[in-house]
Structure formats: structure tokens, C-alpha cells
């Protein structure tokens, strides 16, 4: 997809990406090796801080699909720092999602659709990937969502 009309997708959903974030621990945010772009996990975050719950405790699905889909957003401001330009995303190749989540809860697929349905809407083709939803017992600074990817990038 072009830049320009990855642009134009973003401008018309009112997106915004971030800067690039600064590592939480001893981490790169993203290492290139050849055309595969690994990015760091990335935690959820609401007004610039862990958004913090448990799936199936105090936390419901569509509160963890808006926490996975402001992931993607962070995920693609992440991107866009890598590669300096959106357009050279040839393909989002993996996706892997941990949701902190009980025992008991059993959407973690269905969290993590607010990140990949992102993606898509923003990239086209290019945006659908595999992907692993796992639910976890708890993720760093007590986020609901962690996601990473690893990216095909454009010479």
C-alpha cells in the first residue's frame, strides 16, 4: 500500500502515531535483521500509562480489544520510526499477543482482533498476519495486553 494512502486511512480514523517509545528495561524497541523488522512487545497503555487489568476479572473483551487496538496504533508509531515510512511495510508476517487474563478466560483471540483488524483497516494486504493469542498470568507493570510483531520490510 502506499504512503499516501496509508496516510489517508489513518487521517480519516483520526489516528495519530506516536513517537518512538522509550525501553521500559535493558531492550531495543526493534532490531532489523535482513528485511524482518522484530518489534518489541509493546504493552497497553491509556493516557500514557499501563492500562492495567485482568481479562475475565475486571477487565471484559471489548475493554481488552480497545487496550489491543491502541497497542497496534503504538505498534505502527514503532514502524513507521524503524523504517521512516509506512509504505515500505511490504507485510505485518506475525503477530503474538499475551493477555493477562484468569484462568477461566477464553477470548484471548478475540482481544487480540482489536490489534489485527487494525492492521488490516490501516494496511491493506499487508497488514494480515499469522498470529498466537496466549492468555498469561500477569505482564509487566500489570498491563491488560502485550503485543509484539515481526514485520517484512522493503530494501
Given at each position: 500500500m502506499s504512503t499516501s494512502a496509508i496516510q489517508a486511512k489513518l487521517d480519516e480514523l483520526?489516528?495519530?502515531?506516536?513517537?518512538?517509545?522509550?525501553?521500559?528495561?535493558?531492550?531495543?524497541?526493534?532490531?532489523r535483521s535482513g528485511n524482518l523488522l522484530f518489534v518489541s512487545g509493546h504493552i497497553a497503555k491509556k493516557d500514557g500509562k499501563p492500562w492495567v487489568g485482568q481479562l475475565g476479572r475486571d477487565t471484559d473483551t471489548a475493554t481488552g480489544q480497545a487496550a489491543a487496538r491502541a497497542i497496534a496504533i503504538d505498534l505502527l508509531g514503532t514502524l513507521q520510526?524503524?523504517?521512516?515510512d509506512l509504505g515500505k511495510v511490504k507485510r505485518i508476517v506475525k503477530v503474538m499477543s499475551l493477555v493477562n487474563s484468569t484462568p477461566d478466560?477464553?477470548?484471548?483471540?478475540?482481544?487480540t482482533n482489536g490489534c489485527s483488524e487494525l492492521f488490516a483497516t490501516v494496511l491493506g494486504e499487508a497488514g494480515k498476519h499469522a498470529r498466537s493469542a496466549f492468555g498469561v498470568a500477569q505482564i509487566p507493570m500489570g498491563a491488560c495486553v502485550e503485543i509484539e510483531l515481526i514485520a517484512e520490510i522493503a530494501d
Open positions: 483520526g489516528i495519530t502515531l506516536p513517537p518512538l517509545a522509550v525501553p521500559a528495561a535493558a531492550y531495543q524497541p526493534f532490531v520510526a524503524a523504517t521512516g478466560y477464553t477470548e484471548q483471540h478475540l482481544v
